[in-house]
């Protein structure tokens, strides 16, 4: 819908997301990767089209959802409510993951460094809280995020470094 101001000449372009055809393409792709859960990735607001209009439309079907921003993930808990499960897409700054972890939003963190696991730990431990994470591994060689695998004794010394850092739990591993 485009709507003109001939006033000021301005043009606004209004779209709108078409809740029922959401739902069922959601459900469309769920049946076609049964028994395999989806995701609904959420960054940047549902990329632009509204976290409430998106969670509010699928979460009777959701339960995996992935934002970017603690404000996403606030919106993706009171909606979907407690069931659903959190996954954040990003490395995280700490201000953000405190915030996260304060107000009990339960979002897997991503870790995808030793120093990003070992500050998820040092406030999970200020908070005495357990926090989950998804360890994210550079299987490509990348740089990016993600532990670099150069060798075997290198990622079994990183694991066990992970694994006796205080109050995080892996949740799901990804490369």
């Given at each position: 819908?485009?709507?003109?101001?001939?006033?000021?000449?301005?043009?606004?372009?209004?779209?709108?997301?078409?809740?029922?055809?959401?739902?069922?393409?959601?459900k469309?792709?769920?049946?076609?990767?049964?028994?395999?859960?989806?995701c609904?990735v959420?960054?940047?607001?549902?990329?632009?089209?509204?976290?409430?209009?998106?969670?509010?439309?699928?979460?009777?079907?959701?339960?995996?959802?992935s934002?970017?921003?603690?404000?996403e993930?606030?919106?993706?808990?009171?909606?979907?409510?407690?069931?659903?499960r959190?996954?954040?897409?990003?490395?995280?700054?700490?201000?953000?993951?405190?915030?996260?972890?304060?107000?009990?939003?339960?979002?897997?963190?991503?870790?995808?460094?030793?120093?990003?696991?070992?500050e998820l730990?040092?406030v999970?431990?200020?908070?005495g809280?357990?926090?989950?994470?998804?360890?994210?591994?550079?299987?490509?060689?990348l740089?990016?995020?993600?532990?670099?695998?150069?060798?075997?004794?290198?990622?079994?010394?990183?694991?066990?470094?992970?694994?006796?850092?205080?109050?995080?739990?892996?949740?799901?591993?990804?490369?």
């Amino acid at each position: 819908l485009l709507r003109t101001d001939c006033s000021n000449m301005t043009a606004v372009l209004l779209v709108g997301i078409d809740q029922s055809a959401l739902v069922h393409n959601f459900k469309a792709v769920q049946q076609r990767v049964a028994p395999r859960q989806v995701c609904a990735v959420l960054k940047s607001d549902a990329y632009g089209h509204g976290i409430d209009n998106v969670v509010s439309a699928i979460a009777p079907a959701c339960a995996l959802y992935s934002v970017t921003e603690t404000w996403e993930a606030r919106r993706v808990r009171a909606l979907a409510g407690d069931h659903a499960r959190i996954f954040r897409m990003k490395i995280a700054t700490s201000s953000e993951l405190r915030d996260a972890i304060q107000h009990r939003l339960g979002v897997v963190e991503m870790a995808g460094s030793l120093g990003k696991a070992r500050e998820l730990s040092e406030v999970s431990r200020s908070l005495g809280v357990d926090t989950a994470v998804q360890l994210i591994l550079d299987v490509a060689g990348l740089g990016r995020n993600g532990l670099p695998i150069s060798s075997d004794a290198n990622i079994a010394k990183d694991l066990d470094y992970l694994l006796g850092l205080p109050n995080l739990k892996i949740a799901s591993i990804g490369a």
